[in-house]
């Protein structure tokens, strides 16, 4: 696949069928071609998002636990690029086995041949049914077509396995019903990121109805310039600089650890901080709940200029007093 051979009229369709906010009753792929289509434009989209994902989790050091025999699942799968993504992460001596699932045949087809070019050695396990156990789940976009039928058959698959890395776009309704089941899951699993706490999800608490749990990733550098993802932007309606996603990734087996338990307490900045001359906005998430924060640039200038561009996995360690942030650093690999 490459720009002149992508299917425009395909993309145009799912473009359709994606904000058209309606639970597909059935697949909308046709053919491997639209398959094809989608993994080098969306799907490759949805790809900058689970590479920010899994550098956060190499910042927290964390892997699931069975390194050595890793049966992964990618549930929903479509072009299967989430689950090469990970494959490669963890590299793939570590993965004794990828299933791809997913209600289309051709979409399960697709992903396990694309999954095989790319991996030779790797064996491509067909799951025998939708709720398959696997030492590692994987989870990308798929919440806002799911019937609750749906739900209920990945919540079950969920239930069977190890670990959890799911990864959904940053909206408020998705995000939202992300966190819900991160407040659900949170007595079978440790959570392992976004929060660096276990507490309730602060953002579900009354009064914090308008935040959504989100994040931006950073496309690759050369994006905006290359004419051939810019055409594909306009055509999609998609802002090729921002890159929101939700996320959410457990672990059954693995206590919870802080991010850097020699340094105190960590915070998550969520969705972006705003910044205006004398200090930045942000809303911080803690332990204790999310609270909307200022840094003021006259009391604490090089964290201002850090959080004026900040980029990455916005974690950091910082000194509160009542609604000002008045001493921190972010937190380094
Ligand atoms: C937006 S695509 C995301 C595909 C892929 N996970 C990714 O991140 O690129 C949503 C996928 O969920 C699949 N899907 C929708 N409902 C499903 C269901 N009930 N069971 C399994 N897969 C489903 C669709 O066929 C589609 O491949």
Not at 122 to 146: G, M, R, T, W, Y
């Amino acid at each position: 696949m490459n720009w002149s051979s992508l299917d425009w009229s395909a993309l145009d369709r799912l473009r359709s069928q994606f904000l058209g906010g309606v639970t597909p009753s059935v697949p909308y792929w046709q053919s491997s071609a639209d398959l094809a289509t989608y993994d080098f434009t969306y799907g490759e989209r949805i790809g900058w998002k689970w590479d920010a994902v899994l550098a956060e989790l190499r910042l927290r050091r964390w892997l699931p636990s069975e390194t050595g025999n890793l049966r992964v699942l990618d549930w929903g799968c479509g072009s299967g690029v989430a689950g090469r993504r990970v494959v490669k992460w963890l590299g793939v001596e570590r993965v004794a086995s990828l299933s791809v699932w997913d209600h289309s045949p051709i979409a399960r087809r697709f992903a396990a041949d694309k999954a095989q070019e790319a991996f030779p050695g790797l064996s491509i396990q067909e799951p025998p049914k939708s709720e398959a156990f696997c030492d590692l789940l994987v989870i990308s976009h798929v919440l806002n077509e799911l019937s609750a039928e749906a739900e209920v058959s990945l919540l079950a698959s969920i239930a069977q396995a190890h670990a959890v890395l799911w990864v959904e776009p940053g909206t408020h309704s998705v995000a939202r019903a992300l966190q819900r089941h991160r407040n659900n899951l949170r007595s079978q699993f440790s959570i392992i990121a976004p929060c660096t706490h276990q507490a309730d999800c602060g953002l579900l608490s009354a009064g914090n109805e308008r935040h959504w749990c989100h994040h931006f990733a950073a496309p690759p550098a050369g994006v905006h310039a290359d004419g051939n993802w810019v055409r594909f932007a306009q055509r999609a309606g998609i802002d090729l600089r921002s890159l929101p996603y939700s996320f959410l990734v457990l672990d059954r087996q693995a206590p919870f650890t802080a991010l850097d338990p020699d340094h105190g307490p960590t915070a998550r900045i969520i969705g972006r901080p705003d910044a205006f001359k004398p200090y930045v906005r942000l809303l911080g998430c803690e332990s204790d709940g999310a609270h909307e924060l200022t840094v003021m640039k006259r009391e604490c200038p090089v964290l201002y200029k850090q959080l004026e561009r900040a980029r990455g996995p916005l974690l950091y360690r910082w000194q509160r007093n009542g609604d000002r942030i008045v001493a921190g650093q972010p937190c380094q690999p």
